[in-house]
Each structure stands twice: as C-alpha cells, then as structure tokens.
C-alpha cells in the first residue's frame, strides 16, 4: 500500500531564509507531483515529476525526485511572504494507471518578515 | 484555469438527508476524482471515474455513490448524510496525455447538523 510522508507538517520561516520540505512515500511511484493551496482555496499544481533525477524550478522553488530513495523535494530559495501556503505532495498510485494520486497531509509554511 | 465548476459552493443540511454535489468541467477529460479535506488528514479519495458509467471506489467511499453519465458531470451523493461527512469536498480531473496531472475545482464546504 502506497503512504506519503511529508516533513515538517509546519513550517515557519523568515523572510530571506532557505527550506527544504521532505516527502517519502513508501512503494514504487512512477510519478510525482506538488501542489499549493491557499487558506479557503483550492489546489494549484506546481510541479510534476516523472523520472529519476528529475529537477523543475519556477521561481523561488525548486522540486526534485530521488526514485531510488523515493524522495521528492521541495526546496524554497531566498523565502518571500507571498510564499506561505499550505504545499502537498503526491505520488501516483496503482502503477500510475488512472492517474490515482496519495497525498501527503501537506506542509503549512509561513514566512514571516 | 481549467474549466471546473462545482456546486453548490457551500452546503448546510440536516442529519440523514441525502445530498448530491456536482462537478463540471469544460475540458474534455477522461478521469474525474472527488476528494475531501479534513484538518489533518490531506486529501483522501472517494471515488473516481475512468470513464462514462465507469466509476471505482477510492480510500474512503463507505456512505458515498458516484455518477457520471456524461463526460462532463461527475455526481458524488451522500445517501443519508452524517456529522461525520463535513469536510470541503474537492472535485478533480485528469487526462493521461498530461501525465494525469490533476487539476482541481473550487471545492464544496458541506456542513452536516
């Protein structure tokens, strides 16, 4: 049975600052992905990841996968406030047919000035 | 923003009345996913849909059914609704040439009295 992990649940951070927000899951996944959610909002897709190896950055973030490890990562570079969210990670289930997803219960992350 | 509506938006009904939420979208694709969200536990599948009429149960199903009988609209009904069931519900769709990158809708607040 897949189980994703994410580390810390919470987050505060100072403006500036660099982070790094962990996810292990537990069995083979083909596929990663990221997402940000503002309070009282829905889910925005940040980033997919499909291979061993893989990097993707927009802007300040920047996601990696480790397929070997089964980690992904998310790291933030020179924290802004605009960048506190609530991020969630994700792993394809079911051999990634279907497109069955399992998040992570996510990570609240606050930049403070 | 891919076209996906939900409704109602937000919901307030009584102990053992049925509810049906809708999801809609405007993009054609083939799976459709309904999630809920609850403090501390991410997002938890219901149900899913791989098709028209075809439809599969997800991690926490027990007390929902599914529809879909168009492409576009994917049904989630609470048969007997208990205090249990309020959550925000997310609807989400995905399409396998995109790497079933899921994309969400505006999610439903159900409040069960």
């Known amino acids: 049975e897949l189980k994703v992990e994410q580390n810390p649940l919470f987050l505060s951070m100072q403006e500036g600052k660099n982070y790094t927000i962990y996810c292990n899951y537990s069995t083979t996944s083909d596929r990663l992905y990221w997402y940000r959610q503002d309070p009282g909002k829905s889910l925005e897709s940040l980033f997919v990841l499909l291979s061993n190896g893989a990097v993707k950055q927009e802007g300040r973030l920047m996601a990696s996968l480790d397929t070997k490890a089964r980690l992904s990562t998310l790291h933030i570079t020179a924290a802004v406030h605009d960048l506190s969210a609530t991020y969630f990670c994700?792993?394809?289930?079911?051999?990634?047919?279907?497109?069955?997803?399992?998040f992570g219960k996510g990570t609240k992350l606050s930049v403070k000035p | 923003d891919a076209g996906i509506t939900q409704s109602p938006r937000h919901k307030v009904t009584e102990t053992g009345t049925p509810v049906t939420l809708r999801c809609h979208q405007t993009e054609n694709h083939r799976y459709m996913y309904w999630y809920r969200q609850d403090p501390g536990h991410g997002l938890r599948l219901i149900h899913y849909s791989y098709g028209v009429k075809d439809t599969d149960k997800g991690e926490v199903s027990d007390g929902y059914s599914v529809s879909r009988s168009k492409t576009e609209d994917f049904l989630l009904t609470l048969e007997s609704a208990t205090s249990s069931q309020t959550s925000v519900y997310f609807c989400?769709?995905?399409?396998?040439?995109?790497?079933?990158?899921?994309?969400f809708g505006p999610g439903t607040r159900l409040t069960v009295t």
């Open positions: 994700a792993a394809s289930n079911y051999g990634g047919s279907q497109g069955n997803l399992i």
């Open positions: 989400a769709i995905s399409e396998s040439t995109e790497h079933y990158e899921q994309y």
